[in-house]
C-alpha cells in the first residue's frame, strides 16, 4: 500500500473558520421534532426513522457512565447543541461543485492536493454532511463502494442494512445512542471479494460551527480476502463554547479479509471527543485499529476488535498525548470468541503539563476457547510533575490453554537524561522532544510516513511551551 | 589561551566536594587528574558541565577567558566549546545515534540554516569507521543495550563530531579491554591539536600509556595537591595515593 498522506495535524493549522450559509438547520436542542427534521432533509425510509427514534428513547433513559467515567461529561449541555447543519445531502462529484466556502476550508487543510498525489478516494465532511466524495476510477471499477452514509443506505440497502447496527448496538453505551438517533455523514465502504486496495481511502471530518454536534456513522465491509486500509483526520476551529464529535464506526472483515483503520485526532481544545468504534473479525480476518489523540478536551475511545472466528485477529495500536487541561482517556477492547484467536494491544501515552492520560484496557477470552493469545503492553510518560495518568485494565481469561501477557511502565524523562543531551549542546526543549519522540518511536514507525512526519513536528510544538 | 579553574568550591547538598581547586589547562596540551575515588575528580566534570545536582559556592572556569558560569544552561557550555565524556553515558531510548548527534550538530548552526543530511552522514560514518563503530549503530538508541566499551566509544565519537575547545574525559578508560582502549585512545590523539585542550580524568595509569599527557594533576579531598610531568603517574602506581598524602602532610 502507498503510505505516503500529507496530513497536516499543526493544532494552528485547523484553527480558522469561515462563515458559512447552512440551508438545513436542525435548529438547538434534541427532541423527536430533530429527529424528523433530519430524516425529512435526509429523506430517510421509514425503518431509519424509526431506528433513530428506538435510539433517542435509549439516549433518553441511560444515564451518564460518570461512575466509572471522567465528571467533566456533565459539562456537555444537549440543550444547547445544534444537532444538524448542512447545506445539501449530496456530496458533490467534483470539487468545482462544491460551495466556495466550504471548498476554501478544505483547500486550506489541503485536501484536494493530497487526493490528487495519493489517495484512492477521498470523502470529505463539513458539519453534519459530506461535502465531496468521489473515487478513483479504477477503483471503482473494481466495485468497490465508497460513499456517505445516507447514500449508503439509499443505493445500497441490501448490504448496508445487512450490518447497519449490528457490530455496535444502539444501546451499547449512552453516546452510541445518541449517535444512533442523529447519525449524519460518515462512510459506507465495501470491498468485494479478494479485492485489495492499493491506495488509502480517506475521510476528512471538519467541524466548522460553533455549538455544533458532529455525528458521523460509519461502517465498511472487507468481503472474503479483500484488503483496505482507510484514514481518518479531524480537526475544528477553536471556540470558547463546547463542541461534541460523538461518531459510531463499524468494521465487518469478512473470511481473510484485512481492515487497517488509522485515525489522526487533532481536535481543538473545546471538543468532546467520544466515539465508539468496533470490529468483527470472521475467520483468519484482521482487523487493525491505529489511533492516534492529539487534541480534544476529553476523548473516551476505546477501539475494539470481536474475534468471532477462527484464527482471526485484532490489533490496537495508540498514541495519546494529553497537554494541559485535556484528559485522553483511550484503550482497547478485545474480545476472543474463537479459538486460536490472537489480540495485541500496544498502548502510549504522555502527560503534559496539567494533562492526563487514562488506559483502559478490556480483554476478554471466553472458557470453552483453546489456542487464544493476547498481548497487551502499556507506557505511559509524564513530562512534568503535575502530569497525571493512569491505568485501568480488566483481562478474563478463562479456559486452560489460552495465554494472556500485560505489561505497563510508567516512566519520567530523567533529569540526567536531558542533562546529558544538553551536555552536546541541545537545548532544553529540544531535549525533551527528543525524548517524547524516541518513547513513542517504534509506534510512530507504523504510521503511515507523512503522519509520522507530522506526528514529530507536533509533539516538538508541544514541548516548547512545557519548558519553562 | 586556556581552560582555567580558580579557586573553585562546590557542594552537592550541604557536602563540600571541590574545596578550592586551581588547575590551568592551556589550548593545545593534554592534562591528566589523577586521584583516588571520591576525591571529586567526576564532580569538577559535572561542576563544569553545570549538572543541576551541584550548587557552585564560589570560583571561576573560564574558556579562554570566557566565565563558564555565566551560562547557565549546560548547553550553552557546550556550544562554547566544552565537552565531558562522561563516565557513565546516559541511555536515551528510542532516539538513534545518527539523530542524536545531529540535533547535537544542528544546535551549533546559526538559525535558520539546515544541516546538510549527505555531508553529515558522510562525517559520521568516517568518524564512526575511524573508531571502529559498526554503521549498523546509526539506528540504535543511544547507549541503550551497550557493552561498556561501545558506551565509551560512542563518547568519544560525538566529541569528535562536536569539535570542541576543550575536552574533558572522565574516565573513559574504566569498563574497557585492550583493544578498545587503544581504539579510544587513538580516537582522542586523533584530536590532539594546537586549537584544542583536553583534560583527562582517571583512576589509573593504563590510559595514560596510550594518551600521554603533558602534565599529570594529583586531587586529594576537592584540591589539586600536586602536579608534575608523566613520570608522576608512574610514581603514583608504583607508590600509590598514600605517598601523595603523606608527601602533601608534610609540605602542609
Known sequence: ?468 | MSLKIENLHANIGDREILKGLNLEVPKGQVHAIMGKNGSGKSTLAKVMAGHPDYEVKSGLVTLDGLNLFDMEEPDERSRAGLFVAFQYPMEIPGVTIANFIRAAVQARLPEGEELDAVEYYEELYKKMDALKIDRKFTSRAVNEGFSGGEKKRCEVLQMAMLNPVYAVLDETDSGLDIDALRIVSEGVNAMRSPERGFLVITHYQRLLEYIIPDVVHVMVDGRIVMSGDKTLAHKLEAQGYDWVEKETLKSA
Open chain 1, 1 to 468: 500500500m502507498d503510505t505516503k498522506l500529507n496530513l497536516n495535524i499543526d493544532r494552528s493549522v485547523g484553527d480558522f473558520h469561515y462563515d458559512v450559509d447552512y440551508e438545513f438547520d436542525a435548529g438547538t436542542g434534541l427532541s423527536e421534532k430533530t429527529i424528523d427534521y433530519i430524516c425529512d432533509v435526509k429523506k430517510d425510509p421509514d425503518w431509519i426513522r424509526e431506528f433513530r427514534k428506538d435510539a433517542l428513547r435509549k439516549f433518553n433513559s441511560m444515564p451518564m457512565p460518570t461512575h466509572w467515567a471522567s465528571p467533566d461529561l456533565e459539562n456537555i449541555v444537549f440543550e444547547n447543541i445544534r444537532y444538524y447543519l448542512s447545506q445539501g445531502t449530496m456530496p458533490k462529484r467534483s470539487w468545482d461543485d462544491v460551495p466556495e466556502d466550504v471548498k476554501r476550508t478544505f483547500e486550506r487543510l489541503g485536501i484536494p492536493e493530497q487526493e490528487r498525489k495519493f489517495l484512492a478516494g477521498v470523502e470529505a465532511q463539513f458539519d453534519s454532511e459530506a461535502a465531496y466524495s468521489n473515487i478513483k476510477a479504477a477503483v471503482g471499477d473494481q466495485g468497490v463502494i465508497f460513499v456517505g452514509s445516507t447514500e449508503g443506505l439509499q443505493k445500497h440497502p441490501e448490504i448496508f442494512k445487512k450490518w447497519f447496527g449490528k457490530v455496535i448496538p444502539t444501546g451499547d453505551n449512552k453516546f452510541s445512542a445518541l449517535n444512533s438517533a442523529v447519525f449524519s455523514g460518515g462512510s459506507f465502504i465495501y470491498i468485494p471479494p479478494g479485492v485489495k486496495v492499493k491506495h488509502p481511502l480517506q475521510a476528512y471530518f471538519r467541524i466548522n460551527a460553533e455549538n455544533f454536534g458532529q455525528f458521523e456513522r460509519t461502517l465498511i465491509i472487507a468481503d472474503e480476502g479483500s484488503e483496505v486500509m482507510y484514514m481518518e483526520g479531524c480537526t475544528a476551529p477553536k471556540f470558547e463554547t463546547s463542541t461534541l464529535h460523538s461518531a459510531v464506526v463499524e468494521l465487518v472483515a469478512l473470511k481473510g479479509a484485512k481492515i487497517q483503520y488509522i485515525t489522526v485526532q487533532n481536535w481543538s481544545a473545546n471538543v468532546f471527543n467520544l466515539v465508539t468504534k468496533r470490529g468483527i473479525a470472521h475467520e483468519e480476518a484482521e482487523i487493525k485499529w491505529i489511533d492516534c489523540n492529539i487534541g480534544s478536551r476529553l476523548t473516551m475511545k476505546y477501539p475494539g476488535v470481536v474475534m468471532k472466528g477462527r484464527k482471526a485477529r485484532g490489533e490496537v495500536i495508540s498514541i495519546a498525548l494529553a497537554g494541559d487541561g485535556q484528559h485522553q482517556d483511550t484503550g482497547a477492547k478485545m474480545i476472543h470468541a474463537a479459538d486460536e484467536t490472537t489480540s495485541n494491544i500496544v498502548s502510549k501515552s504522555i502527560s503534559i503539563g496539567k494533562g492526563r492520560s487514562t488506559y483502559r484496557g478490556l480483554v476478554q477470552v471466553g472458557r470453552h476457547l483453546k489456542g487464544c493469545k493476547n498481548n497487551t503492553e502499556c507506557d505511559a510518560l509524564l513530562i512534568n510533575t503535575d502530569s497525571r495518568t493512569d491505568t485501568y485494565p480488566a483481562i478474563t481469561v478463562r479456559g486452560k490453554e489460552n495465554a494472556c501477557q500485560h505489561e505497563a511502565s510508567v516512566s519520567k524523562i530523567s533529569a540526567e537524561q536531558i542533562f546529558y543531551m544538553q551536555q552536546r549542546g541541545i537545548s532544553k526543549a529540544a531535549a525533551m522532544s527528543l525524548a517524547v519522540n524516541g518513547f513513542v518511536n517504534d509506534l510512530v514507525q507504523q504510521f503511515p510516513m507523512e503522519y509520522s512526519v507530522e506526528l514529530k513536528r507536533l509533539i516538538d510544538l508541544e514541548m516548547e511551551g512545557s519548558v519553562g
